[in-house]
Every structure is written in structure tokens, then in C-alpha cells.
């Protein structure tokens, strides 16, 4: 079973911001959370990883508080084109490499 | 760069059949994944290879069978497929092991396997 739980699904709208949040109680010292991408017919792929506090890419952010049990990952002025499922994981063990069903995102017009 | 190339991309088997799925990398990637996604649901995984010359089941590993052939090349089995195996199977790789820091890891396109 996947370590962290998201929601189901979330929708919105283009241009706005839009934050999924991601639980992960029992995370270990030296795990890392990543967050995927994954469009229909395609293998997901990596858009940010970090261990604590802020990290920031061309494409997200990730807000990691001090505990640790929780991860924001935030889309800036999202676009059609962001409509996606999203995946957290915490990828230490085995079992962290499962993916849960993610976060299906829709961005409407 | 092609990154990680799996073949075939679509099969339809009757049941009983068997077939091998390949799946290669030229990231020179110590670890390689093989997932299965059925419809509407994440990605669960099916085995793994640390590193050459290990493998290790995951969490759905009954009716396969995996071969880390080289460093570059991890192979999936099915030795008798069923209409349960019906799904999209995923091979990915990484540079170290999913366990602790830096397991990002890269997925490649998809076979879309039927078993009738």
C-alpha cells in the first residue's frame, strides 16, 4: 500500500494557483517526497523532490513543514494543459515506490 | 537520448499464452521497476532490480517473472497470461535505489498488453 494519501480529485480554473496537499505520517528520516505527473497514455514523470522546508522549479513548488508530515505541492497560474493526474511519494523501501491513485486534477476554461 | 524504451507497446494474448516484455535504459541507471496500471487506479509495483544481479518482488508479483539481464536491460515474464493481467505495464529506472534520497524515477512509455 502507498505510504501517503491525497485527495481523490480537484478541479479549477486557468490561471489560477492551485495546491495539493499530500499526508505522509509515518515519513523516515532520510526520505525524500517526490511528486509525479502523469498524462493519459503516458508513464508519469518527476516534477520536484525535497526533504524540508521550500523548494522551487520552473514548473512547482514544494512546501514541506517542519514536521514533516505533510507536503503542499503548488502549480502557479495553471492551464489546460495541467489537467493531470498527480502522484506523492515517499520513496524509502519498497513499499515507497508504490503509487497510490493520485490526485486527478481538472483545469477548466 | 532515448531514456527508457520498453517493447512491444500493444499485444493481444489469448489466455495461457506467453510472452516476455523488454524494457531497456542507456541512463546507465543501477535500478530498473516494473509497474502495472489497470484502469483509473495508480500504479502498483510488480518487481524491481536494485542493482544488477538483484531482484525483489513488490507488492503484485504473482504470475510474473522478472530477468535483470544486464545493467541496462530488465525483462518482465508472463509465463501463462490471464484476463487479470490485462493492463499497462511500465518499466522505469533510477539512478539508486527507491529507498531514502534521490529515487526519482523515469518512466518509460507503456505496453498495453490484452489477454483475451
Known amino acids: 500500500l502507498a505510504k501517503t494519501t491525497q485527495p481523490i480529485s480537484m478541479d479549477s480554473y486557468e490561471g489560477q494557483e492551485v495546491n495539493i496537499t499530500c499526508s505522509h505520517n509515518n515519513i523516515a528520516t532520510n526520505d525524500y517526497i517526490t511528486w509525479y505527473q502523469q498524462f493519459p497514455s503516458q508513464g508519469p514523470r518527476f516534477i520536484i523532490q525535497g526533504y524540508k522546508t521550500k523548494v522551487t522549479n520552473e514548473v512547482a513548488s514544494l512546501f514541506i513543514p517542519a514536521d514533516r508530515k505533510s507536503s503542499t505541492l503548488s502549480l502557479p497560474r495553471v492551464s489546460l494543459s495541467d489537467t493531470a493526474v498527480y502522484y506523492c511519494l515517499q520513496p524509502g523501501g519498497a513499499d515507497g515506490l508504490t503509487f497510490g491513485k493520485g490526485t486527478h486534477l481538472i483545469i477548466q476554461p | 537520448n532515448a531514456g527508457v524504451t520498453q517493447t512491444p507497446k500493444f499485444q493481444v494474448l489469448k489466455t495461457g499464452q506467453s510472452m516476455t516484455l523488454q524494457c531497456a535504459q542507456d541512463?546507465?541507471?543501477?535500478?530498473m521497476y516494473w509497474y502495472r496500471q489497470d484502469p483509473g487506479m495508480g500504479l502498483r509495483l510488480i518487481y524491481y532490480s536494485a542493482s544488477e544481479g538483484t531482484t525483489d518482488k513488490g507488492e503484485v508479483p504473482n504470475g510474473y517473472n522478472v530477468s535483470r539481464l544486464n545493467k541496462r536491460e530488465f525483462s518482465l515474464r508472463l509465463e501463462s497470461a490471464a484476463p487479470s493481467q490485462t493492463s499497462v505495464y511500465f518499466c522505469?529506472?533510477?539512478?539508486?535505489?527507491?529507498?531514502?534520497?534521490?529515487?526519482?524515477?523515469?518512466f518509460g512509455e507503456g505496453s498495453r498488453l490484452t489477454v483475451l
Open positions: 541512463m546507465n541507471h543501477n535500478s
Open positions: 522505469a529506472s533510477s539512478e539508486v535505489p527507491g529507498q531514502g534520497l534521490s529515487g526519482e524515477l523515469f
